[in-house]
């Protein structure tokens, strides 16, 4: 997880000092001289106005990407963090024993309860999940 944060971050970065570099070079140059007109072809002039709408519709993209990105991981969170009801059925106990677990500390054979108990459950034993679906 923090290597996915770290190569986000390292291509953000990267982005920026290449806008920066191109910007930058870009402001040193002096006028250019306006195109000598042949005899049997027109030069076209180049649309300042295309470069600028390409610079912001990247900016606009990079920023619909980082909001969905935080918006998935924030609905992630959101889904990991919820109380699910873990009940174990013991061959020699009545009645089952109830834990309260997020759902991301549930494995396949054990769980970390809320109170930070880490529950191991037996081949003999069944176990029981409660609001994993919901």
Known sequence: MI????LTLAVIAIAYLMVRRDHGSRRDTTQP????MSAGEPKKIPDPTL???LRTASYLFLLFIVLVGAALYY???????KLITV??????QADPASYEVYK????????????GRA????????????????
């Open 51 to 53: 470069h600028d709408d």
């Open 33 to 36: 001289a306006p195109p000598t």
């Open 119 to 134: 529950i191991t459950v037996a081949g003999s034993d069944r176990m029981e999940v409660i609001g994993l679906n919901d």
């Open 87 to 92: 009940r174990l059925y013991s061959a020699d």
């Open 75 to 81: 609905f992630r969170w959101q889904d990991d963090h």
């Open 3 to 6: 290597g996915k944060i770290l």
């Open 104 to 115: 991301y500390q549930l494995a396949e054979r054990s769980f970390t309860t809320v109170d």
